[in-house]
């Protein structure tokens, strides 16, 4: 059933649709081609964090998985590597045409364990994968060496050659999506690769591997293990077989895997983790709807569980009031929590309990410190079991709250007064992340000067969290090094050999 099909259900449907994937979830590993259970029959819980049940017991990787999975995606690098692109392409092709196949139980699976609003999933997540995979599947053969200027007796060429095996330790905030701009990459760049996924959420990556089997890959060229990431992620991105560990989630986890990676063999490490994302409203913003509109959907979507989220709103002063009054009527009740599995439903629950504690921790913090609560900062009150928290706004924050420099990862707005745009640039940088940023004015010459002033990998100006798979997505500073869904993501997979040959 296609995708535009999907998106005509009723909320009765998609519960009748989940009780049929709850009454026989798949719960193993998935290591060379099949699914497999945990050597050591280790076990954890995935939540439905709409109502707290327990959705599967699944099995627990750990060390000895990860050996396992390893020498699967080692054993099948070399066939894999040297499989000819065409061929590879065409498996890649059918694989996107299995997302859309089925595209009921991906969804499902994705809304229950995470708390996605299945409608996102249908509109933004199932074909952002498949954009992702097919971009880099039309890219296989398209990746070129070279041949330089030399001696005349000389022949200098350059290879571009697949690293091997890539660890990708994907988080839950977007389970499939994070994990398909990691995996389409470096199979498409000829590598194996061990998934890792977020044991908060990991149901829909195990159909991933399942249906890229199916579209006629060999055994091992994409491998699942769950498990608990202090375990199965350190065993893995500790792993001398590893070639490169790709990771997304937190600051503080993507320092660990650098030590990692300086404590094995010295493997590649490709980091995104958090941000602090500023949008930069200047006075002379054209079209103030528009503007506000961006400012809540920048933070509220996905339950504001978003690495680039825009969390600081800087309002230049002379528009502070007006800002804040349009954003209050408009913003206030333009996302309604609600059962995740209705069409209708545009705000799910936080991904787990710790995490609605977490949010609702800094909401504390940040009366204490003085900012003003516009609204929300609570649970509404008909969904008390699941890990729901309100749309929440505060003004009257400066750049030194805790609300303004630390990462929460949910629903929570924090706007900050400023005069000029050099004071603008000043607040944009003052943190320790730079992963994205926005710019509303204009004026050609100052949204130039924001752009090349401010810390961050990418800046959106006139518009926010828009791109397609031509725009490198990645930061700066302690937001990580990667560059997802582009060419140069294709590239980092891959490394150079320069052969130098002696004619005489």
Request: net charge negative.
């Amino acid at each position: 059933m296609s995708i535009d099909e999907l998106s005509k259900y009723s909320a009765k449907k998609w519960h009748a649709a989940a009780n049929r994937e709850l009454a026989n979830p798949e719960t193993r590993l998935f290591i060379g081609g099949e699914f497999v259970d945990a050597i050591n029959k280790g076990r954890f819980d995935t939540i439905n964090p709409a109502n707290g049940n327990v959705l599967a017991s699944m099995s627990a990787g750990d060390a000895a998985d990860i050996d396992a999975a390893v020498a699967a995606a080692k054993k099948a690098f070399r066939g894999w590597s040297r499989t000819a692109p065409r061929e590879r392409m065409e498996i890649l092709y059918r694989y996107v045409e299995l997302l859309g196949e089925n595209a009921e139980q991906l969804a499902v699976l994705e809304s229950l364990d995470m708390g996605k609003p299945i409608s996102d999933v249908l509109a933004i997540d199932l074909p952002g994968c498949q954009d992702t995979i097919q971009f880099m599947a039309e890219y296989i053969d398209k990746i070129e060496g070279s041949v330089t200027s030399t001696e005349a007796d000389v022949l200098h060429y350059v290879l571009r050659e697949p690293l091997g095996v890539v660890a990708a330790i994907s988080p839950w905030n977007y389970p499939m999506l994070m994990a398909i701009w990691k995996i389409a990459p470096a199979i498409a760049a000829g590598n194996t690769v061990v998934l890792k996924p977020a044991e908060q959420a990991p149901l829909s990556c195990l159909l991933l591997a399942k249906l890229f089997i199916e579209a006629g890959a060999p055994p091992g060229v994409f491998n699942v293990v769950n498990g608990i990431g202090e375990v199965a992620g350190k065993a893995l991105a500790l792993h001398n077989d590893v070639a490169k560990v790709t990771f997304t989630g937190s600051t503080e986890v993507g320092k660990l895997m650098l030590q990692y990676a300086g404590q094995s063999n010295m493997k590649r490490v490709s980091l995104e983790c958090g941000g602090k994302s500023p949008q930069i409203f200047m006075a002379d913003v054209a079209d103030m709807e528009s503007a506000v509109s961006a400012a809540y959907n920048g933070i509220f979507s996905n339950m504001g569980e978003v690495c680039n989220a825009g969390s600081r709103l800087l309002v230049d002063r002379p528009i502070y009031d007006e800002f804040i009054e349009r954003f209050i009527a408009t913003g206030k009740n333009a996302y309604q929590p609600g059962d995740p599995l209705d069409p209708l439903t545009n705000m799910g629950p936080m991904v787990t309990h710790d995490a609605q504690k977490r949010v609702l921790s800094y909401v504390e913090i940040a009366n204490k410190e003085g900012a003003k609560l516009q609204f929300g900062g609570d649970v509404p009150t008909a969904l008390k079991a699941g890990a729901y928290v309100n749309p929440t706004l505060f003004t009257g924050v400066n750049n030194s709250m805790r609300i303004a420099r630390e990462e929460i990862f949910g629903p929570v707005a924090a706007v900050i007064p400023f005069d000029g745009v050099d004071e603008a640039i000043a607040i944009a940088n003052d943190t320790i992340y730079g992963l994205a940023a926005s710019v509303w004015t204009q004026n050609l010459s100052r949204a130039h000067k924001l752009v090349r002033e401010i810390e961050a990998g990418v800046v959106w100006v006139n518009c926010f969290d828009e791109g397609d798979m031509t725009q490198p997505f990645g930061g700066y500073k302690q937001s990580g090094n990667a560059r997802d869904k582009c060419v140069e993501s294709l590239l980092s997979y891959t490394q150079s050999k320069s052969a130098w040959i002696r004619l005489d």
